[in-house]
C-alpha cells in the first residue's frame, strides 16, 4: 500500500472508530457536535459541561427572560440534527494529560480522547469583594440561573437597581430597567458607556440616549464597597468620589473570565485571553507549536486574524461561536490540504433604549471614525472606522440593513473614508479620533479583543538582527 492509500485508510479508520471529547456543552460545543456528523464522523463523541442543562441560547438572557417575556429555561438552542453523544453535564473538566490524552473531571472518572475540542467558553466576573459579593440582592449575569434569579428580583421590583459597568450587558440591564419602570443608576469607570468597545464618539452618543430615557448615569466613577442590613440583603453603595446610593439590587457587569482554569500544568498556551490557536483552531503549545490532536472554539480561543494584521482576536459573539465550532469540527476529521481557516469578520448586535446597534469588524482596531449614513440627533445613523487608510469596522444604530455591505468593504480592505453611498448622506462626512481609551485605561471589556502577539500585551517590538 502506498503512502497517500495509507493515510486515507487511517482517515476513514479514526472516522469510524475514533473517540472525539468536546469539553463545553454551550453553543460552540453543540453545534461542533453537529459539525462532526454533518463531515461523517460515525466514532465515539463524548460531551462535558459543568452546568446541568443541556445547551442554551445566552442572548435573550439580558433581553427578553429579564422583561418576562421568556422564561429561562426556556431558551434550550434548537438541535440541527442528532448527534448520538454521550453527555456528561453537571460535572466540570478539572485537568487535561496530554500524554496519556485523558480529560480529568471532577467527579474523579479520566475521559480518553482521540482528538479533543475545547470550547469552555466564559463565566461572569464576580463582585471583587466576597462578602459583598454574597450579600443578598447582588447579582451578575451569565447563566441561565442567574438571569433567573435576577428576573425574580426585578419583578419584585426593587426600588432602585445599581449597574455597575456601562458596556453591552450593563446596559442592556438598565434598558430592561427603564422599561420595568424601576428606577437605575449606572456607574462607570470610563468615560461613556461602550466605550471600550466602539470609542469615546459613539459612547457619547450612547451616554445621552440613557440619560434621556431617565438612566442616572455616572461615568468616571468607581464603586468602593457595598453595604448590606442586618439581614444580609445590600442597600446601599458608596462611589469612589464619596457618594452613596441606595439600592436593594446590584448587578455587577465587569466583564468575564475565559474558562482555562483547568488547563494548567498542560503545557498549552492558556492565559487571560483564552488558548492560543491558529486559524484553523488547532491549539498553540506553550512554545508556540501546533498541536495535532487539541482544537479550541468559541469565546475561549484566541487566534490570529489576516485582516487585523494578524494580532489575535478572542471574540465574545454568537457567531464566532457557531462558524469556529464548524470550523474545529471539520479540521478535526481531516487533513491538509483540506483545512479550512475561520476568518470570520466579527459582528454583533444588541437592543437597548428602543435602538437596535449592530457592528461589524473590530471598531477598537480603529483610531478614526466618520459619519457616513443618517442621522446623528436623530439615533439612526451608520458609521465606519479606519485605521492607516482602509476600513476596519462600522456600527450601525438602527440602520443595520447596511451592515452587509460595510462588511463587504472590510473583507477587501476597501479605502477608508468609505466611498459616501450615494444617499441618505449626513451633513458632516470628516473623520475624527474615535477616541478609544489607552490599553490600560479601567473601562469595560470590549466583546472583541485585540489581544495582541502575545497575552499579555497589546503590541509587539520589531528587533532587527545584528550584523
Known sequence: MTLPATVAELVRDFRAN?????????LAGLRAAEALREEGFTGSLTIIGDEPYEPYDR????????????????????????????????????????????VRLADGE?????????????????????TEAALQGVHTIRSRDDAARLRA???????????????????????VCRELDIPV???????????????????????????????????????????GDSAGHVRRARLSDGTVVDADVVVASLGSIRNVEWLEGSGLAAGFWGVGC????????????????????????????VLYEYEFLAMEHWDNAVFGAEVAAHNMVNLEPHYRPHLLVPGFWSGQFGVNIKSVGVPPFGDEIVFTQGSVAGRSFAAAYGHRGRIVAAVTFDHGKWLEHYGKLIERSAPFPPPPPGWDR??????????????????????????GHAPSERTAEFRPRRH
Open 426 to 451: 449626513p451633513p458632516d462626512m470628516k473623520p475624527m479620533p474615535a477616541e478609544f481609551p489607552e490599553p490600560g485605561v479601567p473601562t469595560e471589556v470590549p466583546d472583541v479583543v485585540l489581544t
Open 185 to 227: 443608576t449606572v456607574v462607570e469607570r470610563g468615560s461613556a458607556p461602550l466605550v471600550g468597545a466602539l470609542g469615546g464618539v459613539i459612547g457619547e452618543i450612547a451616554a445621552q440616549m440613557q440619560r434621556d430615557h431617565g438612566v442616572d448615569l455616572r461615568c468616571t466613577l468607581g464603586v468602593s464597597s457595598l453595604e
Open 278 to 305: 491558529d486559524a484553523g483552531g488547532r491549539a498553540f503549545d506553550i512554545n508556540g507549536v501546533v498541536t495535532d490532536s487539541i482544537y479550541v472554539a468559541g469565546d475561549v480561543a484566541r487566534a490570529p486574524h
Open 18 to 26: 475514533g473517540r472525539i471529547v468536546i469539553v463545553g456543552a454551550s
Open 59 to 102: 442572548p435573550p438572557l439580558s433581553k427578553q427572560v429579564l422583561k418576562g417575556w421568556v422564561p429561562a429555561d426556556h431558551t434550550k438552542l434548537p438541535r440541527m440534527r442528532e448527534v448520538d453523544a454521550d453527555w456528561r453535564l453537571g460535572v466540570a473538566a478539572t485537568g487535561l494529560d496530554r500524554a496519556a490524552k485523558q
Open 153 to 175: 428580583a426585578l419583578a419584585e421590583p426593587p426600588s432602585r437597581v445599581l449597574v455597575i459597568g456601562a458596556g453591552f450587558i450593563g446596559s442592556e440591564v438598565a434598558s
Open 110 to 130: 479520566q475521559v480518553p480522547y482521540d482528538r479533543l475540542l475545547i470550547a469552555t467558553g466564559t463565566r461572569a466576573r464576580q463582585w471583587p469583594n466576597p
